[in-house]
């Protein structure tokens, strides 16, 4: 039986009411779905219909570009990798920067045509270059979807033109959103890009094709930092729009709005009410010391033990309440013992429901203690 020691700290932080709701306050939006999600926590602050399975538009593309990201990461492909494009790519219709059969595009340019003007050629052409064909990479976004709990989705294409079973939900585009902006932060420094341009380069020789960004909350929008937009005939006007304020970010989603300005008017009405609302509450810093353990047959007779990661918790700011953070420790550890090994946790609530927590990890190593060492040591405690 571990003895559990429990250390009571008192952080005057802000009450969590919508933690007893998984999809945080109902709001009256015009539109068939909205979601307002907080991305360091994954909180849903508020909702309408989170869970209907609607067409998405080109906000698809918010999956294609995760994919580019991680397929960078992971090394399988660079930015300044050269893209043939193929005619499949390039008869894609609706928005598109006008790719032709066999031009050569870099990855990089390919990826910004995707972010701020939502091309589908360009989308079309990257899915193939990363999976051989845009069939094989609508397998890998499902594959991906089910990864992150997308239990609303099912993507049929890589650019969301209309087709038949291609649906997601507000919730699911606010969960892969978050994914990409949170990993893959440098999307943002795209997709805030009012107007760029790229370079046509076929056998008619190099021609400039601007870009234009479709999303109107950057210029407009005090903090707006993204992400995509969408719509057909189908979908109607559809949106995720990021936005960052004085430590808070927030991620809008709008599916199914009746015209281009009411999703912008609706995400903001959504934005306005997080930032009026909210504000995001750390815990204790990854690092800190918060005590020591006994250890068993160790070099070291007790080790520090530190707080592993730092937990954020989404705080309402009218209500001033205090946060009670507590310590669950087991009352030692045996030699040998790396550094980072976990011991306990810390432990954040409210009113007596947990909002947080994160693990509690020795801060030093602990090597098996050797006999003339534990001779010295029985030889100093004796004597003193």
Same mark, same amino acid.
Request: with cysteine; hydrophobic share 40%; net charge negative.
């Given at each position: 039986?571990?003895?559990?020691?429990s250390?009571a700290?008192t952080?005057?932080?802000?009450?969590v009411?919508?933690?007893?709701q998984?999809?945080?306050?109902?709001?009256?939006?015009?539109?068939?779905?909205a979601?307002?999600m907080?991305?360091?926590?994954?909180?849903?602050?508020?909702?309408?219909?989170a869970?209907?399975?609607?067409?998405p538009?080109?906000?698809?593309?918010?999956?294609?570009?995760?994919?580019?990201?991680?397929?960078?990461?992971?090394g399988?492909?660079?930015?300044t990798d050269?893209?043939?494009?193929?005619?499949?790519a390039?008869?894609?219709?609706g928005?598109?920067v006008?790719?032709?059969?066999?031009?050569?595009?870099?990855?990089?340019?390919?990826?910004k045509?995707?972010i701020?003007?939502?091309a589908?050629?360009?989308?079309?052409?990257?899915?193939?270059?990363i999976?051989?064909?845009?069939e094989?990479?609508?397998?890998m976004?499902?594959?991906? !979807?089910a990864?992150? *709990?997308m239990?609303? /989705?099912?993507?049929?294409?890589c650019?969301?033109?209309? $087709?038949? =079973?291609?649906? %997601?939900?507000?919730?699911?585009?606010?969960?892969?959103?978050?994914?990409l902006?949170?990993?893959?932060?440098?999307?943002?420094e795209?997709?805030?890009?009012?107007?760029?341009?790229?370079t046509?380069?076929?056998?008619?020789? !190099?021609?400039?094709? *601007?870009?234009?960004? /479709?999303n109107?909350?950057?210029r407009?929008?005090?903090g $707006?930092? =993204?992400?995509? %937009?969408g719509?057909?005939?189908?979908?109607?006007?559809?949106l995720?729009?990021?936005?960052?304020r004085?430590?808070?970010s927030?991620?809008?989603?709008?599916?199914?709005?009746?015209?281009?300005?009411?999703?912008?008017?609706e !995400?903001?009405?959504m934005?306005d009410?997080g930032f009026?609302?909210y504000k995001?509450?750390?815990?204790?810093?990854? =690092?800190k010391?918060?005590?020591?353990?006994?250890a068993e047959?160790g070099?070291?007779?007790?080790?520090p033990?530190?707080?592993?990661?730092q937990?954020?918790?989404?705080?309402?700011?009218?209500?001033?309440?205090?946060?009670e953070?507590?310590?669950?420790?087991?009352?030692s550890?045996?030699?040998?013992?790396?550094?980072?090994?976990?011991?306990?946790?810390?432990i954040y609530?409210?009113?007596?429901?947990e909002?947080?927590?994160?693990?509690?990890?020795?801060a030093?190593?602990?090597?098996?203690?050797?006999?003339l060492?534990?001779?010295?040591?029985?030889?100093?405690?004796?004597?003193n």
């Amino acid at each position: 039986m571990k003895k559990i020691v429990s250390i009571a700290l008192t952080i005057l932080l802000v009450c969590v009411p919508v933690y007893a709701q998984e999809e945080g306050a109902a709001m009256s939006v015009n539109a068939r779905a909205a979601v307002l999600m907080e991305p360091s926590t994954g909180q849903v602050l508020a909702s309408q219909n989170a869970h209907d399975k609607l067409p998405p538009a080109s906000v698809t593309k918010v999956m294609t570009i995760l994919l580019i990201y991680e397929a960078i990461e992971d090394g399988k492909i660079k930015p300044t990798d050269i893209v043939t494009v193929s005619a499949h790519a390039a008869s894609m219709g609706g928005s598109q920067v006008y790719l032709e059969a066999m031009e050569q595009q870099s990855v990089r340019d390919l990826l910004k045509s995707i972010i701020i003007s939502s091309a589908n050629d360009a989308a079309v052409a990257m899915s193939e270059f990363i999976a051989g064909s845009e069939e094989g990479f609508v397998a890998m976004m499902n594959t991906r !979807a089910a990864e992150l *709990g997308m239990k609303d /989705t099912r993507f049929v294409n890589c650019c969301g033109l209309p $087709a038949e =079973g291609h649906y %997601t939900s507000a919730y699911d585009i606010a969960v892969m959103s978050r994914e990409l902006t949170t990993k893959h932060p440098e999307v943002l420094e795209i997709s805030k890009i009012w107007m760029d341009k790229i370079t046509h380069n076929t056998a008619r020789g !190099a021609s400039d094709f *601007g870009l234009a960004n /479709t999303n109107k909350l950057i210029r407009s929008y005090s903090g $707006a930092t =993204g992400l995509k %937009t969408g719509s057909t005939d189908e979908a109607l006007y559809c949106l995720s729009a990021t936005a960052s304020r004085d430590g808070l970010s927030l991620i809008s989603v709008i599916l199914g709005s009746p015209d281009s300005n009411t999703r912008f008017h609706e !995400a903001i009405k959504m934005l306005d009410y997080g930032f009026a609302n909210y504000k995001v509450s750390a815990g204790e810093p990854a =690092g800190k010391v918060m005590g020591t353990i006994k250890a068993e047959k160790g070099d070291l007779e007790e080790v520090p033990y530190a707080v592993a990661e730092q937990v954020n918790m989404v705080v309402e700011k009218s209500v001033s309440k205090a946060m009670e953070a507590r310590t669950e420790i087991a009352p030692s550890v045996k030699a040998p013992c790396p550094s980072g090994t976990k011991v306990g946790e810390i432990i954040y609530s409210f009113d007596g429901k947990e909002v947080g927590r994160s693990e509690l990890v020795t801060a030093k190593e602990v090597n098996k203690i050797k006999l003339l060492h534990m001779l010295n040591r029985l030889f100093y405690n004796w004597f003193n």
